[in-house]
């Protein structure tokens, strides 16, 4: 298929949406000029890779009618210089465009709240989670996203039984996506003293965080309560009710069953905003619990996203006596664990995207 054919009719699209991103009205309506906003950008970086493509191309043609058709031997010589460097660009070029033109997820963009939890294996599973908490923080610094804690449960020997944390940046969910699942570790525990290596497993749930519009919530109807954060701080912290818990009743608008949600904040001194972070994980797990058949229906985000702390539905396993890493969606093994752990993870994450990639253009038949 002709990929020209496929990007015409962008740039009518991209001049349409700018002119609607400046219109009084769509302003007014937050909803549709976050979602104008968002297409806006997404066709600017598509039109971009295109123009390059077109460029090459247009350059190319160029190129051979000169060889063609020109006696002059040094222009037939700058000609086949030119050939010879844009004709191994056109393919490349050409593969971008087409990851470019497949339909993004448009929740890639949003920023997400990330849950880890110690699943099987006790205090040694509460002590991975804590490991896995530090590499994503190191992971973090390198790439740039920002994190705050909500909240966190510790483990009785360290490490965390639950850690809950909002990370933002740029496509921060689209990043992040495909750590959701079970991780497995193998290792022989500090609280082993036989020497043997045993297996534990830690969930972790990337969840996109909801924009307030994109979910109704009556604020009449959640029960605060508030309580004395207990921890570091100081005097303040533990003197001063800045704890926040909510409680929710969500009716599920598919099958009108009622369920509480409960959520605690106790990420800063100040109650005010431990509320506002409350409310915004509340818009959070809303949002998805009801867009779950639309979670569903992606095939390659349903195979990461894990919701059990069971072994057996395990994405990656990290083996400390091998030092290997092995992410088993995509049979990828890696020998730099202590690397890895220091939040060196890319590599991973980029051949997860790149398997990804693969599969949607065989399904698109670009």
Same mark, same amino acid.
């Given at each position: *298929?002709?990929?020209?054919?496929?990007?015409?009719?962008?740039?009518?699209?991209?001049?349409?949406?700018?002119?609607? =991103?400046?219109?009084?009205?769509? $302003?007014?309506?937050?909803?549709?000029?976050?979602?104008?906003n968002?297409?806006?950008?997404?066709?600017?970086?598509?039109?971009?890779?295109?123009?390059?493509?077109?460029?090459?191309?247009?350059?190319?043609?160029?190129?051979?009618?000169?060889?063609?058709?020109?006696?002059?031997?040094?222009?037939?010589?700058m000609?086949?210089?030119?050939?010879?460097?844009?004709?191994?660009?056109?393919?490349?070029?050409?593969?971008?465009?087409?990851?470019?033109?497949?339909?993004?997820?448009?929740?890639?963009?949003?920023?997400?709240?990330?849950? =880890?939890?110690?699943?099987?294996?006790?205090?040694?599973?509460?002590?991975?989670?804590?490991d896995?908490?530090?590499?994503?923080?190191?992971?973090?610094?390198?790439?740039?996203?920002?994190?705050?804690?909500?909240?966190?449960?510790?483990?009785?020997?360290?490490?965390?039984k639950?850690?809950?944390?909002?990370?933002?940046?740029?496509?921060?969910?689209?990043?992040?996506?495909?750590?959701?699942?079970?991780?497995?570790?193998?290792?022989?525990?500090?609280?082993?003293t036989?020497?043997?290596?045993?297996?534990?497993?830690?969930?972790?749930?990337?969840?996109?965080?909801?924009?307030?519009?994109?979910?109704? $919530?009556?604020?009449?109807e =959640?029960?605060?309560?508030?309580?004395?954060?207990?921890?570091?701080?100081?005097?303040?912290? /533990?003197?001063?009710?800045?704890?926040?818990?909510?409680?929710?009743?969500?009716?599920?608008?598919?099958?009108?069953?009622?369920?509480?949600?409960?959520?605690?904040?106790?990420?800063?001194?100040?109650?005010?905003?431990?509320?506002?972070?409350?409310?915004s994980?509340?818009?959070?797990?809303?949002?998805?619990?009801?867009?779950?058949?639309?979670?569903?229906?992606?095939?390659?985000?349903?195979?990461? *996203?894990?919701?059990?702390?069971?072994?057996?539905?395990?994405?990656?396993?990290?083996?400390?006596?091998?030092?290997?890493?092995?992410?088993?969606? =995509?049979?990828?093994?890696?020998?730099?664990?202590?690397?890895?752990?220091?939040?060196?993870?890319?590599?991973?994450?980029?051949?997860?995207?790149?398997?990804? /990639?693969?599969?949607?253009?065989?399904?698109?038949?670009?």
């Amino acid at each position: *298929m002709d990929i020209l054919s496929k990007i015409e009719g962008l740039e009518a699209k991209f001049h349409e949406v700018s002119l609607l =991103i400046t219109d009084p009205a769509v $302003i007014a309506d937050q909803a549709r000029y976050v979602r104008l906003n968002r297409e806006y950008r997404t066709l600017e970086q598509v039109l971009g890779v295109t123009e390059r493509y077109k460029n090459a191309v247009r350059n190319l043609e160029d190129a051979k009618q000169v060889f063609h058709n020109e006696s002059d031997p040094e222009l037939r010589e700058m000609a086949r210089a030119e050939i010879d460097e844009l004709e191994p660009q056109i393919p490349a070029l050409e593969e971008e465009v087409k990851l470019q033109l497949l339909p993004k997820d448009p929740e890639d963009s949003k920023n997400v709240v990330m849950e =880890i939890r110690g699943g099987t294996g006790g205090d040694e599973a509460s002590l991975f989670a804590g490991d896995l908490f530090r590499m994503y923080t190191k992971y973090f610094e390198l790439r740039g996203f920002h994190y705050t804690v909500s909240s966190f449960t510790e483990g009785a020997v360290g490490g965390y039984k639950e850690i809950i944390f909002n990370v933002t940046g740029e496509n921060v969910y689209g990043t992040l996506k495909y750590e959701s699942g079970v991780h497995r570790v193998q290792r022989v525990p500090v609280t082993e003293t036989q020497g043997r290596v045993h297996t534990s497993a830690a969930t972790v749930a990337v969840l996109p965080e909801a924009d307030e519009f994109e979910v109704h $919530i009556n604020e009449g109807e =959640i029960r605060w309560e508030t309580f004395r954060s207990g921890g570091a701080g100081g005097q303040n912290v /533990n003197k001063v009710e800045s704890g926040v818990r909510l409680r929710y009743n969500w009716k599920n608008p598919n099958t009108g069953e009622v369920q509480e949600i409960l959520i605690e904040c106790t990420e800063t001194r100040d109650q005010p905003k431990n509320k506002e972070r409350a409310l915004s994980r509340l818009r959070t797990q809303i949002y998805d619990k009801e867009h779950q058949k639309y979670i569903d229906d992606i095939a390659s985000r349903r195979k990461t *996203m894990v919701s059990t702390g069971d072994r057996s539905a395990k994405i990656r396993t990290y083996n400390y006596p091998q030092g290997r890493i092995t992410d088993h969606r =995509i049979g990828y093994t890696v020998y730099n664990l202590p690397a890895f752990m220091d939040g060196d993870i890319q590599g991973v994450i980029d051949a997860l995207q790149v398997a990804e /990639n693969a599969e949607r253009l065989k399904e698109s038949e670009l």
